[in-house]
């Protein structure tokens, strides 16, 4: 039996993905490459210094940069990207999370948060979500990136709750992946197109109600 979902934050509760984006083309143009939404899609659920590999080797520039250099080249995308996150508001929150967290909550279902993003909590206080959840595992908390399970185990156990009573909500193939190894059910949330292997998929939260935590 469900007693716990964990979600995904980037992508599943707000739509941070086109600020990501924003802010790795900037560097990407900043470098004197061009940066499509196409190639924003490898970066969905990987860490930050290896998003910025990715976005290296899409310009044909890895290996043209020292580790310190790097670092530099990821901590200016992050001041872009917390730019863009500090102003965000509670509307972009996205359509039906409220509703479904607060149905969960009404039948004790636990509520956890299982992010990479080290922005999480910024994010969170922004959109008035801080306070709602029993366990919050973001990118600070973390040596291990997606797939690895680590993010979702610690959420489980901070909860108290068995791995296998406990669903993931994903956006990212990397975080299905991780779901499924920390041996936990899988949704996930966009197209199946991109997203294979999980236990069901949703395009979004809106109308959704307790029958989706019922699995075979
Ligand atoms: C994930 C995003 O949630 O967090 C990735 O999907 C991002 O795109 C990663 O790179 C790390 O985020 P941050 O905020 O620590 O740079
Ligand atoms: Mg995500």
Request: charged share 35%.
């Amino acid at each position: 039996m469900i007693r716990a979902c964990i979600f995904d934050l980037d992508g599943v509760i707000v739509d941070t993905a086109k600020y990501h984006y924003k802010a790795w083309k900037r560097l990407a143009n900043e470098l004197g490459f061009e940066f499509t939404e196409e190639d924003n899609e490898r970066l969905k659920g990987v860490s930050r210094m290896t998003s910025l590999e990715i976005l290296l080797e899409i310009g044909n520039k890895k290996g043209e940069y020292t580790e310190d250099e790097k670092l530099k080249l990821a901590t200016k995308k992050n001041e872009w990207y917390r730019e863009y996150i500090t102003k965000m508001e509670k509307d972009e929150i996205l359509p039906g999370v409220e509703g479904f967290l607060e149905l969960l909550r009404q039948n004790g279902v636990k509520i956890a948060i299982g992010s990479a993003s080290k922005n999480a909590k910024t994010i969170l206080e922004r959109i008035g979500l801080i306070d709602k959840f029993d366990a919050i595992v973001d990118g600070t908390k973390i040596t291990k990136a997606k797939p690895d399970p680590q993010v979702f185990t610690k959420a489980a156990d901070e909860m108290n709750e068995k791995y296998e009573d406990c669903v993931v909500f994903e956006d990212s193939q990397a975080g299905i992946d991780a779901a499924l190894a920390a041996g936990m059910k899988a949704i996930a949330v966009g197209k199946p197109e991109n997203l294979k292997n999980a236990h069901k998929i949703i395009s979004g939260f809106k109308n959704k109600d307790f029958e989706l935590l019922m699995f075979d």
